[in-house]
């Protein structure tokens, strides 16, 4: 296996294990909305199957479907339901705050009709982030989503997606936990 392989299986273990920490400190049985519960699962879940995949080469054929789909699923969900839940736990009506869980039906609507999604996906990924920039600008914590250009020549795409992930789920969980209307 390459060192890249063991890259991003490190990178899926450590996602791994922020999930299961985000999962624990929210109390997810707590909560009538259970949409962060859901997002942290599903990161977790294929954390796991990212895991298997990257690091055992004989085996990936075993776990290949399963990623792909997680991986997919992980892009449209995870985004807007912690979004959803954001807005929920700072008080907002729960149909504004549905709208970005819906807004994702639409890439998963393509999905399944085997269209072309990316430029979809991408549009969501974008007004979800603007959303969550919006509730973090109103409430003024510094919890907010922030991006910054490196230079990361050794690493792979995955492996930034992954640490770009981990800090995600580790900050939404702060931000979800500073405002706990559940």
Known sequence: MSDEGYS?????????????????????????WRLACASFSLILLNAILGALYWGNDSGKEVVEKAYELTSFMRSIFALPFIVTQVWLEYGYECEIAGFYSIICLIPFHLYLGNKTKQPVIDIVVAVNSTALGIVSFIYLH???????????????????????MICFTYYSLMCLLKRRNC
Do not use: P, W
């Open 8 to 32: 991003t299986s490190f990178s899926y273990l450590l996602l791994a294990g922020t999930s299961t920490y985000c999962l624990k400190q929210y109390q997810c049985d707590m909560c009538s």
């Open 142 to 164: 510094s919890l907010h989503i922030s991006a910054r250009n490196f230079d990361f020549d050794e690493s792979s795409v995955v492996d930034m997606q992954n640490y770009g």
